[in-house]
């Protein structure tokens, strides 16, 4: 079912906030130029744009300030439909080839068939993503893009318990470039006995391939920082304006499970990092995952972590995965366990052509 598209012609406060403080300076140089500049001052001129916004079409802003949503929900809309739990996805043009195996993965052995999925289609004006999400039974709510598009549209998931009347009380997050190998109902067990600003993340691993150094740890901010994100180690205070948390873990933004009093807080923690947050990720665009920095930062300031073992959120580059043939979902596995989703991050995706043609999507 589709949702009333928004209109055209919004602008993201961020930047307008932004090009107020630093006229003429280009996207790129926005964070270094932002230093000498006085906290209240920046975050005056951002909640004045966002308030303008607010005030002409609603709150209709994620929290990362990429995507304008329409307010528009027709009667007996599938969102208020019976509570529960829904798992959401975000997608734009180009990653519908991607949807189509996922969503068939997630309809053939995910187990949940009554857990409602929805997917937020970015600037899909052809209407192809929508047309896949159609073809597998999932709600589509549209949204445009009010800056550059790149990977921190999923900011409207992080957002989407304030944006659309989603009437569930627990969220999966997951991410086209997966595929869905097993039952996904211990997951969304395991939410339900979350505390209320507990968040069920991944850890994140660098790729083999780049020969990076080690980390000392997962919860190694600064090193994290330096040679994930390209960044330096003081970054992390000057988007929050604050010292480093008690405890952080380097966190794969492609599968994030919560309640909605979590994502609500989540929502409120990302919106009070702006606008020094779409200023970081613009410094380096072509560093794509920097809003997952952004996202780990948000729920260690949250002392929200719970850490989900690796057969929920299996790197292909990274975990060593047996798939074998066989009768169901248990042909694919790690360490001697039943993988639930495969995840295919980056451009070369190893292993998916495989495990796409042993599940049959």
Not at 187 to 213: G, K, N, W, Y
Not at 292 to 319: D, K, M, Q
Request: net charge negative.
């Amino acid at each position: 079912m589709l949702i009333q598209p928004p209109p055209a012609g919004r602008d993201s406060p961020a930047l307008a906030a932004l090009a107020d403080l630093l006229p003429g300076v280009a996207p790129p140089d926005l964070w270094a130029a932002l230093r000498p500049l006085s906290r209240a001052v920046v975050r005056d001129a951002y909640e004045r744009h966002r308030a303008r916004l607010v005030a002409e079409a609603g709150p209709r802003v994620d929290c990362l300030n990429r995507v304008f949503v329409s307010p528009a929900v027709p009667v007996g809309n599938p969102l208020n439909a019976s509570g529960g739990a829904c798992i959401a996805l975000v997608v734009s043009p180009g990653y519908e080839g991607l949807l189509d195996p996922m969503l068939a993965s997630l309809a053939r052995y995910g187990g949940c068939p009554d857990v409602r999925r929805l997917v937020v289609c970015v600037d899909d004006e052809a209407g192809e993503c929508r047309r896949v999400a159609d073809r597998h039974g999932a709600t589509v709510l549209p949204a445009r893009t009010i800056a550059r598009r790149c990977a921190a549209i999923k900011g409207a998931l992080y957002s989407l318990a304030r944006l659309w009347p989603v009437d569930a009380e627990h969220f999966l997050f997951l991410e086209p470039d997966m595929l869905i190998a097993g039952d996904l109902s211990d997951v969304f067990t395991a939410l339900s006995v979350l505390h209320e600003r507990q968040f069920l993340v991944a850890r994140s691993h660098r790729p083999p391939a780049q020969r990076l150094p080690a980390l000392d740890s997962p919860h190694d901010m600064a090193g994290v920082l330096t040679v994930d994100y390209y960044a330096d180690p003081t970054d992390q205070a000057r988007l929050t304006g604050e010292p480093d948390p008690p405890f952080f873990l380097f966190m794969n933004g492609g599968f994030v499970g919560a309640s909605r009093s979590a994502l609500l807080a989540l929502d409120a923690e990302i919106e009070a990092m702006e606008p020094w947050a779409t200023a970081w990720i613009e410094a380096r665009p072509e560093i794509f995952w920097r809003e997952e920095f952004v996202l780990s930062l948000a729920i260690a300031r949250l002392r929200g972590v719970v850490e989900a073992a690796p057969i929920c959120n299996a790197l292909s580059y990274v975990h060593a995965l047996d798939v074998r043939l066989g009768e169901g979902p248990a042909r694919i596995s790690h360490a001697g366990r039943p993988v639930r989703i495969v995840h295919f991050p980056g451009r070369e995706r190893p292993l998916y052509a495989e495990v796409r043609a042993l599940l049959g999507v």
